[in-house]
């Protein structure tokens, strides 16, 4: 008897979400990615502002992730980075390739998913991607110390001043538009994922979109938090893993997680140019009963100590299945 595919949706964007993806994709689960749609900086920003196209570059970098290993080329044709942004090249200077095809196909057909599932077929990706919401939204936070900041790129770059972080974002329009087939998607998932990916600018604006947000607590799917592996200065600097199930809790009004993963091996030094930290577990964490399960294990990327080894985060999630 054939046994039956599983069915995982990955809910963030990022770098996180792709490295996740390499790594899952060996077991050929039937995937559902949700990216969000407030980026407004970089490659996806500049599109987003010049034609007036939703930010492209998170489904760029899955479908990318989702490429077989035995095409490798082509997933790295389609991540290139076109050099000379830093030398005043503003017209493709700092572009990613594949940012240009899907704006192409944007361009040709009038419609995002028309032009997703043409790059999609290109690549050979039967996966199904979604962005968040169906319009671009807008990104904005209030600090520790009460101000309010606006725009993806601002929170991400950390154009905001220390020694006070975020304390809550917020996704505007409130109410966006979703896709009711990506919405059908959770409610049937067998798996659900959040993470790894940075908690403010990636994870948090999926989550906090009320339609998502009230399918991921109702669904009755398995619920993973992949923690990082490290801080990312300014956005989480400092923070605990209670720090992060803390946020969480405090945007969805519950933490709708029932197994959360992180990684415990802290032995790899961490270049001190990239000035992040590894996240560590609070003590009581592992003491106390609580209504997920904990789950520790080696998943840093010996290579670059800021990351997971995705073959390795991969097998651990499917250990917890």
């Known amino acids: 008897m054939q046994q039956k595919q599983l069915k995982i949706v990955c809910l963030g964007g990022g770098i996180g979400t792709s490295n996740l993806l390499k790594g899952l994709k060996a077991y050929d689960p039937k995937f559902t990615v949700v990216t969000s749609m407030v980026d407004d900086g970089g490659s996806s920003g500049r599109i987003r502002k010049e034609y007036n196209m939703m930010p492209p570059g998170d489904i760029v970098s899955c479908i990318a992730a989702l490429i077989p290993e035995d095409q490798a080329e082509m997933a ?19 572009h990613k390739l594949g940012n240009f095809i899907m704006l192409a196909e944007f361009l040709r057909t009038k419609d995002f998913y028309k032009a997703l599932e043409k790059t999609k077929k290109l690549f050979g990706i039967t996966a199904d991607l979604f962005p968040a919401t169906d319009i671009r939204t807008h990104l904005s936070a209030t600090t520790q110390d009460g101000r309010r900041i606006h725009t993806e790129e601002t929170l991400d770059l950390a154009l905001y001043s220390e020694p006070h972080g975020l304390k809550r974002i917020y996704v505007r329009p409130k109410n966006a538009p979703v896709n009711e087939t990506m919405i059908k998607q959770i409610m049937d998932a067998d798996v659900i994922i959040s993470g790894p990916g940075d908690l403010y600018t990636n994870q948090l604006p999926v989550l906090v979109v009320p339609k998502i947000k009230e399918a991921l607590i109702a669904s009755k799917a398995k619920k993973i938090f992949i ?95």
């Open 227 to 321: 923690a990082n592996v490290a801080n990312k200065p300014f956005e989480t600097k400092d923070f605990t893993l209670q720090d992060f199930i803390t946020a969480i809790t405090e945007h969805l009004g519950t933490f709708p997680f029932n197994t959360i993963i992180t990684n415990s091996n802290h032995g790899l030094t961490i270049p001190k140019k990239y000035r992040y930290t590894y996240l560590l577990v609070n003590k009581e964490l592992r003491e106390k009963e609580h209504s997920f399960t904990l789950v520790e294990a080696d998943l840093v990327h010996e290579e670059f100590p800021l990351y997971h080894n995705s073959k390795k985060l991969a097998a651990i999630v499917m250990k917890q299945l």
């Open 76 to 94: 790295s044709l389609l991540t290139y980075r076109f050099p000379g942004k830093d030398r005043g090249n503003k017209s493709i200077g700092g």
